[in-house]
């Protein structure tokens, strides 16, 4: 879904609900603040810089600040949680001997570190979404972005991933969480902007879910 006409300010620090129906614009605009795909008009700022003056390695640089969370999990199948985990690392440069030591800290944070040498099919949905969301934040980066993270977990495992989201966010990072899940929403009452056709039609503080 294109978006029109868009003119939304995230500050360093919140906490903010994308809603909207499927189709909305949700996961475009997060698409484009992980740069992803490049606005046809426009300009998209993250972090101060202009996105589409990005280009080669700065955008690895950049996206190396925005953890991503799919729906999808997006897990390598041939390797471990620690080892889909190791590999990113590897990719970030971290020496090996941090290895063991930041997997184990951040699948305590979501819960899941008796799980640290299984494959991705030996986990339920709602383990392997916590082991995309370890992935997210094994790096540390300052923004996390996330596209419906509970849209296929029941609302027992949906409010245990809301709990983790409220431990990054209260670590410092900025948590963005696209979402049509009314549950999540209400749950955790934050800063809610409702996108509908591809445009901004409520932008409310400590918001409610109504589309």
Known sequence: MALYG????????????????SGAGKSTMLSL???????????????????????GNKVALHRRNVGMVFQDHRL?????????L???????GVSPSEWKKRVVRVLRT???????????????VGEAQR??????????????????????????NAVQVLEIFKAIHASGATVVIATHSRELVEAHPQR??????????RDEKAGHYAL
């Not at 939304?8 to 129906?21: D, T, Y």
């Not at 490049?38 to 993250?46: K, L």
């Open 110 to 124: 979501v819960g899941i570190v008796h799980k640290r040498r299984a494959y991705p099919y030996q986990l339920s």
């Open 6 to 21: 868009v003119n939304l300010e995230i500050k360093r620090g919140e906490f903010v609900f994308l809603v909207g129906h």
């Open 131 to 156: 082991v995309a969301i370890a992935r997210a934040i094994i790096g540390r980066p300052p923004i996390i972005l996330a596209d419906e993270p509970t849209g296929n977990l029941d609302p027992e």
């Open 76 to 84: 390598l199948n041939d390797m471990t949680v620690e080892e889909n």
């Open 192 to 201: 809610v902007v409702v996108l509908r056709s591809g445009q901004v039609v």
């Open 86 to 92: 190791a590999f990113i690392l590897r990719v970030l």
């Open 33 to 55: 603040a992980l740069k992803r795909i490049e606005p046809t008009s426009g300009r998209v700022y993250v972090a101060g810089q202009n996105l589409a003056k990005l280009h």
